[in-house]
């Protein structure tokens, strides 16, 4: 998982959200691949709380505008996560992660993420790895 994570990292523009349990990081985003309506997700790691889910939703939907994300993963707990959020298979990518390691597409679409309603702001803040400070929502 972490050299995934560092491929990531090599093709900006990027975005990093990152949750942290007693110094620890425990579950991580990595949006990057922005296309407009669209934009990647590359998630790992768990803790993921209703808070965060709807801070994310506003993030991606409200502040970036884009309709839609998509995920690639192998890992049947981030297909359960990104389906109980509103998302649907779209596609398999055949030995995306290497030989006979297929990677799961889906996709979220703004009006089916389940932490989401358009125009209602969530009270909180956010502090990514590209601002220059924390973003109050």
């Known amino acids: 998982m972490h050299s995934y994570i560092m491929q990531c990292l090599f093709y900006p523009p990027f975005e990093m959200f990152g949750l942290e349990e007693n110094g620890q990081i425990i579950g991580g985003i990595i949006l990057n691949c922005f296309e407009g309506t669209d934009i990647h997700a590359t998630v790992a790691g768990g803790g993921w709380t209703r808070k965060f889910l709807r801070l994310f939703g506003w993030y991606l939907f409200e502040h970036l505008g884009v309709l839609r994300f998509t ?67």
Request: with cysteine; hydrophobic share 35%; net charge positive.
């Open 71 to 137: 995920g690639i993963t192998e890992q049947p707990n981030v297909i359960d996560i990104m389906e109980r959020l509103g998302g649907q298979r779209e596609g398999v990518l055949r030995n995306h992660f290497g030989a006979s390691r297929n990677g799961i597409v889906l996709g979220v679409l703004a009006e089916e993420y389940r932490y989401f309603q358009r125009g209602k702001h969530a009270q909180s803040t956010i502090c990514n790895s590209n601002s220059a400070g924390p973003v109050s929502v």
